[in-house]
């Protein structure tokens, strides 16, 4: 598996927070400590890892201690990572601050790489490319992925399935590619708002076939997933599950369908495993993986 995209860490503080400041009407946070997930594309990579194949992970992180923080964990993971260090970058971190299970306040890191950085990573693209059976590309709109229509087009040349996260409302930039992965809100966005479910078949099936793609997988949260590819969609119901946290479902979902298509398995099969393998991890807190035996060994 080869995973291209933006890599983020996410980092949780944890304290007590019973004073309010008397500096201004803030509460105050009594740090106890700190945990670390793995998020975006990193997360991607680590879901694919987890599912049992030999992931490398292409990107861009600045030359600081979430920089490090990120090349360990993802090490303990098995993901094979290039990243590259850059001076000008700011590795993107979301910091949560939470007292009591409440989350007090995020504070967002970031400074996207430049487009010289950008181009020098198409070479280990092109190299990786060869090494790999299938293409996941992790858009979170940070900018590591400006060169991702080439991208696509190289990968789709050499044969190989493109899988595609997005971001934003200009998907001009991932024609060709086999399968894009909107969830509701990102569909929307491009699409505009549906009013029945025929217009969203008839939206869907207009955007797939402007861009080139062989499907479209919508996710839709509680309501599962819906694959446009033609006439008639293919839908599958979410499980019931006690939710925790919907945090990096969409990255277990991408990862659990590269992973199937890889080994073989047809769209329709791999749909499937993936809206299980989303159903799993709203049960877990953070971004997390997902493993096999999770997935197969709950289906009847
Ligand atoms: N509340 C839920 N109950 C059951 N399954 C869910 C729930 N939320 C998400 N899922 C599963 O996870 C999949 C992806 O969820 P969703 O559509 O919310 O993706 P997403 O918004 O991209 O997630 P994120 O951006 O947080 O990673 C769904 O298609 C479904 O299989
Ligand atoms: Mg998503």
Redesign the pocket.
């Known amino acids: 598996m080869l995973v291209v995209g933006d890599v983020m860490l996410d980092r949780y503080w944890y304290g007590d927070a019973s004073r309010i400041s008397p500096e201004a009407p803030v509460p105050v946070l009594l740090y106890k400590e700190e945990e670390y997930r793995l998020g975006g594309a990193a997360n991607v990579a680590a879901n694919c890892a987890a599912l049992g194949a030999k992931t490398r992970l292409l990107s861009v992180v600045g030359r600081d201690e979430a920089g490090d923080t990120l090349t360990a964990m993802l090490r303990r993971k098995r993901v094979v990572a290039s990243l590259q260090r850059d001076r000008s970058v700011q590795t993107t971190q979301k910091l949560r601050v939470i007292a009591r299970r409440q989350q007090l306040l995020r504070i967002d890191m970031e400074k996207p790489p430049s487009s010289e950085t950008l181009a020098a990573k198409l070479a280990d693209f092109r190299r990786a490319l060869r090494q790999c059976d299938v293409v996941v590309l992790s858009d979170y709109g940070k900018g590591g992925l400006a060169h991702i229509a080439t991208m696509i087009r190289e990968a789709r040349r050499a044969g190989r399935p493109v899988l595609v996260d997005p971001k934003g409302d200009d998907y001009s930039r991932y024609k060709g590619a086999t399968v894009v992965t909107p969830?509701?809100a990102e569909l929307r966005e491009v699409v505009g708002r549906w009013t029945s479910e025929a217009d969203l078949l008839k939206r869907a099936e207009r955007l797939r076939r402007s861009l080139g793609l062989e499907a479209l997988l919508l996710?839709?949260?509680?309501d599962?997933?819906s694959l446009f590819r033609g006439a008639k969609p293919f839908h599958v119901r979410?499980?019931r599950?006690e939710?925790s946290d919907?945090?990096?479902?969409?990255?277990t979902?991408i990862a659990t369908l590269a992973v199937m298509l890889a080994a073989g398995e047809d769209l329709e099969e791999a749909v499937r495993a993936a809206?299980r393998a989303?159903?799993i991890?709203?049960t877990k807190f953070g971004t997390a993986e997902v493993t096999l035996d999770e997935i197969f060994g709950s289906m009847e």
């Open positions: 969830n509701l996710t839709r949260s509680e599962g997933m979410a499980e599950r939710v919907v945090t990096g479902a969409g990255d979902v809206n989303g159903g991890k709203v």
